[in-house]
């Protein structure tokens, strides 16, 4: 399995995590904690999975933790209600812009490690 598919998988139980978190009302409902915990391990174990795959650690962190946040933020307009602002709006481009930009210099620094093992 490509390296970032365990980094995109990391990040949606990342957002499961955070949305479990804010479930149990600030660890005091406590049904809460454990799928919080068990989320929590999944998505640290998946960011873990796709760094031992050789994935630089700053990238692939900055994806992982992009993915999480985007997804919180869609998360909580859905079951919070949260409001959704023109500013937010913009901030979650610019990190959508951002997640794009790490992987393409990423495929970018692959492709030039390859042509230099072909020479």
Request: aromatic content about 8%.
């Amino acid at each position: 399995m490509n390296p970032w598919t365990y980094i995109a998988i990391g990040g949606l139980f990342e957002t499961g995590w955070a949305i479990t978190l804010k479930m149990s009302n600030g660890f005091t409902d406590w049904i809460w904690l454990i799928p919080t915990a068990v989320l929590l391990v999944i998505s640290t174990l998946l960011l873990n999975k796709g760094l031992v795959a050789s994935l630089p650690a700053g990238s692939a962190y900055s994806v992982w933790v992009g993915i999480g946040a985007i997804g919180s933020l869609i998360a909580g307009l859905i079951l919070f209600n949260d409001s959704l602002t023109v500013s937010k709006m913009i901030c979650v481009v610019l990190i959508i812009a951002g997640v794009i930009g790490i992987e393409h210099e990423h495929g970018k620094h692959n492709e030039k490690i390859a042509k230099d093992i072909d020479q």
